[in-house]
Each structure stands twice: as C-alpha cells, then as structure tokens.
C-alpha cells in the first residue's frame, strides 16, 4: 500500500518524462487521482488509536546500517493526504498547455513521489534522500517554466536550500555515528543516540537540522529566497512550494528535531521561538505594504508559517496539534490563494494591485471565493483558519505572555493586509484592465468549490484531524518528557 | 596479470594494423579485447598473485581498480571513435592509448618502486604524444609540451624520492619497505623523510594536487577533448591508485611526517579549483579545475583515514570517472557537431538526448541524490567526521556548493538560452552507449553496496 504511495507517482512521472503526449494533463491527473483515491482507502484503514502503521522495511545499503523503512503515523498521514489531496488539483489549476506538457507533469508527479517518501521515512538516510529529491523537480520547474530572472533567482534558491540540507546530514550523520556499531540511521536509534549527547553537542545537531527546516519554511532571517522565488515560478511551482513543499520544514521540527536533541531544544527553542515571532510581525508589515498580489501572498505564507513553527516549539500539546490544522489549513488557502492571483492574472495580465479593482462587479462568483478565502486566511471563527491559530497562539500564551501578545497582533495585521489587497482589487471602480473579465469558468469551479468547501468544514468539525494526529503527537511528545523525567 | 598481457597483446595488434589491413574492424576489436580483459581480470579475484618475483602483485586493491580502469576505458573508445576515424594515424594513436592504460593497470598493481616508476613513465610518455596529437592547433601543441616539462620535473622528483628511500631502506620492495620502517622506526636517517616527503611532491603532480595542478587547467583544455577524457579519468583513477599504494601500504607508519603537508594540500586542493571553477566561460576549462577539484574530496577522505579508506576512494573514483566520461561524451558531440563554436547554449533545443545526458552527469559531479556522485560525497564526508575532520568536512560542504552553482550555470544555459548551432544528430551507438551510461549512474546511486563492498575489507 505504502509502497503504491510512493513507486506509482514515480512511475507515472518517469513514463511522462521519456514519452511526449500531447494529453499529458489528462494522464497526469489520472494518475494523481488513482494515487487520491489509494491514499483515502489507507486513510479508512487506519486506526487512529495506534502509533505506527503500514511499516514496510527493506534492507538496503545493509553495510551502513540503511534501510528502505517506512510507516505511517497520525502526523504523516495528515499530510500525506494534504499531498495527495493537493495534487490533483494543482493539475487542473494550469490554463490551456505549458510548453512541453509531458515533463511539466511528469517533474509535478515526482515532485509528489518525493514529498510523500519525505512524511513516511523512518529511516534517517532515507528521509534526506527523499529531502533532496524534491528540490529537483521543483527546480527544473521553476527554471524551465518560470517568469523574467528565472536562471538566477532559481539557482540562488537551489543553492540556498541545498545549504541547509548539507548542514541537516552533516547533523544527521553526525548522530548517526554515536549509535552502537555498526551504525544505524532507524529513527528510534537516532533519537537514542541524539538524547545521549552531551548538551553542546545537542545544540550543534540542533543548529544544523534547524537551520535545514528554517530555510524550507522559511523562518526569519533565512527566508530571502523567499519572496523572489514564489514570484517567479510558474504558479503550479508556487503552489508546489508553499501548500506542501514547505510543510517538509515543519514536519521536520516535529518528526526529527523535537525528540532527536531534547538538549539542544531547551537550550535553543526560546532563541528559535523569538526567531519565528519577529518573522511573523516582520512579513507582516512587509505584507501590509506590498503592491504585487502574489508577492503579498509570498509574505502572509512567511507570517502564517512562522507561528506554526513558534507553536511547534512550545512542545505542548496544543502547539503541535495546532501546527497539524493549521498546516492542513494553510496547505488549502494558500493554494486557492495563488489560485485566485492566477485567474486574475490571467484575465488582466497584471498582479499589481493598484492597476487591479472592481473586479466584484464583473465577477461574483470569484469575488466571493475569493472572500471565503480570505476569511479562512484571516482567522475568523468557524473557517479552518480559525481553529490552528486559536490553538497556536493559546500555546504561545501559555508559554509566554508577551510572545502571545505579539503573535495576537499578526491576526489583526493578518486582516489588514488581506482586506486591503480583497478591497483593491475587488471593490472599488473598475480599471481599464478589470472592465473586460470573464467570471470563473467550470475548471475553476471545480477546483475552488471544494477548498471553499473544505476551508468551512473544517472549521465547523475539526475533530477528525485532531483524531488522527492525537496518538503520533503524544508519542512525540512522549519522548521528550520520558528524557527530561529521565535526566532528572 | 592475464588482463594485462591482453592490453599489452591489443596494443601490439593495432600497431600492426595498419600493414596487415585491418584497420576497419580494430575499434570493435578493441573494445571486445577491453571486456574479455575485464572478465580476465575478475577471474584474478581471491587468488592473490605474485608475478616476476613480486614486483606487480594482483590482490583485491589492483583487480579492483584494474577492472575499473579497463572498464571505463571501454566507454572512452566507444565515445571517441570517431578521434581515430577523422584524423591520420589511427593505428598509432589506439596504440598509444593501449599502452597507456598499460601503464595504468601497472601503476595499480605495483610491489616495487622500479614498476611504479616504470608504469608512470609508460603512461605518461604516451600521454604527451597523445596532448599533442591535434598537431595544427596551437593550443595542443602547447598543451603537449607544457604536460611533458611538468611531468619530466615531476619525474625527477618522483625518481629522486625513491632514491633516497631505497638509500635508507636497501631496497625497492614496497612489504620489505614497510617491515624495514617497522623495525626501525625512530632511527631513520633525515634523508629518508626527505625522499617521503620527494614522493609526496611527485606524486602530487601526477594527480593534481593544488599547488602542482599549475599544469592540469592548460593541459586538460588545450588536448582534444578525448584526450582530455582520458586523462581526466583513466589516468587520474591510476594516479591516485598509485599514490594510495605507497602512502597507504608502504608510508603509513610515518603519516606524521606527512600527514600535515598532505592535509594543507587537501585544504587547498578543496577551495582553489572550486574557486577558479566558478569564474570560467568555457565548459571544457570548468571541467578541467572541477576534475582538480574533486581530488580534494578524495585526498580528504584519505587524510581522514589513510588506512581504510580504499572502498571510499574507489567509489568516489568509479562515480567521478562515469560522470565525468558521460560529461566529456556530450562535450566530444557538442564539438564535432561544430568545431568552431563550442557552445552548450540552448543544447536541449538542438538535442534533447545530450542536454539530459550533460545534466545527468553535472548532478552527479555536483553531488545532488540520488545520482553516483552524491553518494561519494556523502562517503567522504561521513568517513571524514567520523575521524574528527569536523572542520575539512565544513570546507567541503562549502566547495561543493560552489561546485553546484557552476555545474549549475551550464545547466540553466542549456535550457534557457537560445541555441545558436542547428540541431545534432547522435548515430545510434552512441545512444545506446549513453543509456547504459544513465543506467550505471542511477544504479551506481540506488544500490551503492555493490561497489563499496568490492573493497570494503581492503
């Protein structure tokens, strides 16, 4: 079953990448709609009271102590169906036929192959394999299918993330030699042998796989690839990249750092907290003031994964069950968000939001998915916005006041920026661009309905996601306090 | 031994080929003799032989690299048939290059400083013909003789060395070296030091360690490119294969005497041709300091661990060599496509097959999971923490990254800029040679315990 998760995307990528047809999209989304419908079936398999499930390990470079090993949790299925789920429509996103459709597709679908293997590895070597394989895809799409200063501002990107990823399986391997010969990469053993280093230690393997998931998310001050990046690639890329591929940073956090260098975080987590915090508030200003649409959106991603990340590093409950909404939830918005800068992109060839307005009066439809969107990214009760940051912020609270205090005021800043670009766009006289605008068309109701959809129920139930990751995060979390009773 | 006296059978055969009329059929030939010699030399395994009262020894360490060696040397003929059919001379210049890899299998299997000494000067005497042998271009003619004065210095050095060793040991044997230096440790004349410290030095030339690489950048650029192929290389996985013979086998005991020149080479060896790399237009220069470059991960992961470290080096080496030939193979096509303007621009326009060959094998070299190359680096590295090189391995996740940015330039040119050559056209050995090239690069990355276990106990 695992197993299908991962090959089958592969397979259908490689098949498109040597072939050319000219129905690749089609072929594409079959793909992507069969590996949907596996992930749901395992979804209703899986039994939410236990830990890890669907193990699969197969020996593999036995010499070093690595194996293919893989298994799903509450955590990583989570977001193995946000990835999964995500897919298929940012196949149907794409308007009319990007030039040499097959490998368009065929890069998305391995890019999917990757950031699966990335959720379910259990084995370290594994998990930066699969950690460095999604950047390829990604950046052969952001290179080949990407806007004016591509060549430059992609390559900047690759050798940025790359940085950190080197930095990660130098820590990676560095814990890796303290197992008991002959040496292991099995995470359990890794979490043994990260928990046994002596505090200064710790916080050099914590430096090192912090640095790797600050880069991904990204977190202040790493985050200049940022901006740059999301503007220029093609806006698949741009989904690709901030609905799932930057979900691998936080995961990260969760899955390898908390419980691999307790140390290293009651050392450092407050430093790294307070990194998160003055990134939130810094894209947020930034946001305020921001002229291109999809620039804007770029920078609420900053503001809204800093919290997460922040969240995640209070280790309470509450911060890391948030953190699995909240992804889940910014996972849908940001992706309807890029969605909707695109159509009206492609309607008015323009994303500077002063040439933009009125677009409600020609557009209902639009303006008002647009709005639920909106609503969901601001927070507001009963969206699926709501529920994560409530719960990040509360355990922010929780672990400091004024922390608390400030992050609050992102939801107020949050607001700001989000009415702003809703009312510069969408209200208001219609421009010379915006006077000719056709509404949404059936593929893009297809595709916003459902998040619209989703971004509400959610929000109204969010029991079922909290169910599923209930087990993996206490066990996490298990960890971590059966080291600090231990050390005691 | 047997796949060397079938090299050495070759190279005679296509010396007489062109009286006897054979010429047409000498390339298949050839690469047949190759592949038989491969199976010969694995059929050596676990009998370790002792030929010509011990001065060449056939153990687990030379049919490795004498397999990898003849192996490669397959896919350099198959790649650069065409360098013998376009130009005069064929017969001489096949020779030429049997001999050297003759040489090479010698420089592997050594026992006795007079082979080692003896292998180099077979390789490398066929190796300055050969720089010089595109004879109206300027360019290799200076190639051919600067590499002839640099080698004839570095010879001296390299003959001076073993000198004075054999002045302080009474003898050439590399085992009756190293009992000598066993039992009479602490009271080696200074001389000996000396003469380690000559072959350090000549034996640095030979691979290119910075700072005796002054060499490699001309000679590697002005030679014909497949000339360049070769030497980058079969002839570069000989010369560390014979420096790691004697310093590992034979002068491992007195490592404090080198080990800090060594470890300043590897420094400078890791940043200098990485640097300069990054700052070239010419793809065919790039590669040159690269292939400089890559010497400072492997002479890494030899400071780190002088003893053990043969299954790091040998995988380093067959990843770097696949790479580097499936590199050097797309190069060769670019330029007999266009002799005058040798450019990659826009090459996935004029030819998809050798745009996704040239990016496959730049990931590689670039160290970029899960190609070959990424492993090698991740073995360097992995062997050098584990020997408290903490701080080396930082320089060489600092190079690498420059590594990427200029593996990486040429890669985003090939795709995005306009192609100002008209299309190639690849014949269909050489299509296939590539696909068996992709294959070995992923297979060399997905199932590295193949290789490493071939000298994991070495």
Avoid at chain 1, 309 to 328: D, E, W
Avoid at chain 1, 347 to 368: D, F, Q, W, Y
Avoid at chain 2, 99 to 109: D, E, K, L, P, Y
């Amino acid at each position: 079953m695992i197993a299908f998760l991962i090959f089958w995307p592969l397979l259908a990528g490689l098949i498109l990448l040597v072939t050319r047809f000219d129905r690749a999209k089609e072929l594409a989304l079959a793909a992507s709609l069969a590996e949907l419908a596996v992930s749901i079936f395992i979804a209703f398999q899986f039994d939410k009271d236990a830990g890890n499930q669907f193990s699969l390990t197969l020996s593999w470079i036995s010499s070093l102590g690595i194996n293919f090993s893989v298994a799903l949790d509450g955590i990583s299925l989570l977001l193995v169906l946000l990835t999964t789920g995500l897919i298929p429509f940012i196949i149907l996103s794409s308007f009319g036929q990007p030039t040499r459709p097959s490998g368009f597709y065929g890069l998305i679908l391995i890019m999917q192959m990757a950031l699966i293997g990335v959720f379910v590895a259990r084995d370290g070597f594994l998990f930066y394999l699969f950690w460095e394989m999604a950047l390829i895809p990604i950046y052969f799409i952001c290179l080949l299918w990407g806007g004016e200063g591509r060549a430059r501002i992609t390559l900047k990107f690759f050798i940025y993330t790359l940085a950190g990823s080197l930095l990660m399986l130098a820590a990676l391997v560095y814990v890796y030699l303290q197992t008991p010969a002959p040496h292991s990469f099995d995470i359990e053993a890794l979490y043994t042998a990260g928990g046994s280093l002596t505090g200064a230690e710790q916080s050099l393997v914590f430096w090192g796989l912090f640095l790797a998931f600050a880069i991904k998310m990204p977190i202040f001050p790493f985050h200049t690839w940022q901006p740059d990046t999301y503007a220029v690639a093609p806006v698949q890329g741009t989904m690709l990249l901030s609905a799932i591929m930057l979900k691998m940073g936080i995961f990260g956090l969760i899955r390898w750092l908390l419980p691999m260098v307790p140390l290293g975080i009651t050392q450092w987590g407050p430093t790294a907290i307070l990194l998160s915090v003055i990134g939130i508030v810094y894209a947020s200003f930034i946001a305020v003031v921001q002229k291109d649409f999809k620039r804007l959106i770029a920078y609420s991603s900053i503001a809204h994964v800093g919290l997460i990340s922040a969240g995640v590093l209070t280790l309470s409950k509450i911060g890391i069950q948030g953190a699995m909404i909240q992804m889940v939830s910014h996972g849908i918005i940001v992706f309807s968000l890029f969605y909707v800068v695109e159509i009206i992109f492609d309607r008015t060839k323009s994303r500077a939001l002063t040439e933009l307005g009125g677009i409600r009066n020609v557009a209902p439809a639009l303006s008002s998915v647009f709005l639920f969107i909106l609503l969901g990214s601001v927070a507001l009760p009963l969206t699926s916005g709501f529920v994560g940051e409530f719960l990040l912020i509360n355990s922010l609270v929780k672990y400091q006041l004024a922390l608390g205090a400030v992050a609050g005021i992102t939801i107020i800043l949050g607001a700001v920026y989000m009415l702003r670009a809703f009312q510069k766009s969408m209200s208001g006289e219609s421009t010379p661009k915006t006077s000719v605008f056709h509404d949404l068309t059936l593929q893009e109701k297809v595709v916003l309905y459902p998040m619209v959809l989703l971004v509400i129920l959610i929000g109204i139930y969010p029991g079922p996601i909290m169910d599923i990751s209930n087990v993996a995060t206490d066990n996490i979390l298990k960890v971590l306090s059966d080291f600090y009773a231990s050390t005691q | 031994m047997n796949a060397l006296y079938v090299v050495c059978g070759l190279a005679f055969v296509s010396l007489v080929a062109e009286i006897a009329n054979y010429k047409k059929v000498l390339g298949a030939a050839i690469i047949l003799g190759l592949l038989i010699a491969v199976g010969l030399a694995a059929s050596d395994w676990d009998t370790p032989l002792h030929y010509f009262n011990d001065m060449v020894v056939f153990d687990h360490f030379s049919i490795a690299f004498t397999a990898l060696i003849l192996f490669i040397s397959v896919f350099w003929f198959w790649m650069s048939g065409d360098y013998f059919r376009r130009q005069s001379h064929q017969t001489d210049r096949s020779a030429l290059i049997l001999f050297a890899i003759t040489g090479a299998v010698i420089m592997v299997s050594f026992n006795n400083m007079a082979m080692l000494f003896l292998g180099i000067e077979i390789l490398s005497i066929s190796m300055y013909v050969l720089a010089g042998s595109n004879k109206e271009s300027l360019l290799s003619n200076e190639a051919a003789f600067k590499y002839f004065i640099m080698g004839s210095f570095a010879t001296g050095f390299l003959l001076m060395g073993i000198a004075l060793v054999y002045g302080a040991t009474g003898t050439f044997h590399l085992s009756q070296i190293t009992s000598y230096i066993s039992i009479h440790s602490g009271e080696l004349p200074a001389f000996f030091y000396a003469g380690v410290l000559l072959l350090l030095v000549g034996m640095a030339f030979k691979i290119s360690a910075v700072p005796f690489h002054f060499w490699a950048p001309d000679v590697y650029d002005g030679s014909p490119v497949t000339i360049t192929a070769f030497m980058s290389t079969i002839v570069k996985i000989a010369a560390v294969a014979a420096f790691f013979r004697i310093f590992s086998g034979c002068f491992s005991s007195v490592k404090a005497a080198w080990s800090i020149v060594l470890t300043v080479m590897t420094l400078l060896t890791l940043v200098i041709p990485n640097i300069t790399a990054a700052c070239q237009s010419s793809v065919k220069r790039m590669l040159a300091y690269s292939s400089v470059g890559h010497i400072g991960y492997i002479l890494l992961a030899f400071i780190a661990n002088t003893e053990s470290s043969a299954g790091t080096i040998y995988y380093y080496l067959a990843s770097y060599a696949v790479a580097s030939i499936t590199a050097f193979a797309v190069l060769h096509e670019v330029e007999k496509s266009n002799p005058a303007n040798v450019s990659f621009s826009g090459l996935f326009k004029r030819s998809p097959m050798l745009a996704v060959m040239m990016t496959l094998a730049l990931l590689s070299l670039a160290g970029i999971p899960p190609l070959a190359g990424f492993f090698g680096k991740y073995l360097v590295f992995s062997l050098a923490l584990q020997n408290g090189y903490g701080s080396l391995v930082i320089v060489g996740i600092i190079t690498s990254l420059i590594g990427v940015y200029y593996y990486f330039r040429v890669v985003s040119d090939m795709y995005l800029k306009e192609a100002t050559n008209s299309p190639i056209e690849l014949n269909a050995s050489i299509q296939i040679m590539f696909c068996l090239l992709v294959i070995l690069i992923l297979a060399a990355g997905i199932f590295p315990d193949v290789v490493i276990s071939i000298l994991a106990s070495a």
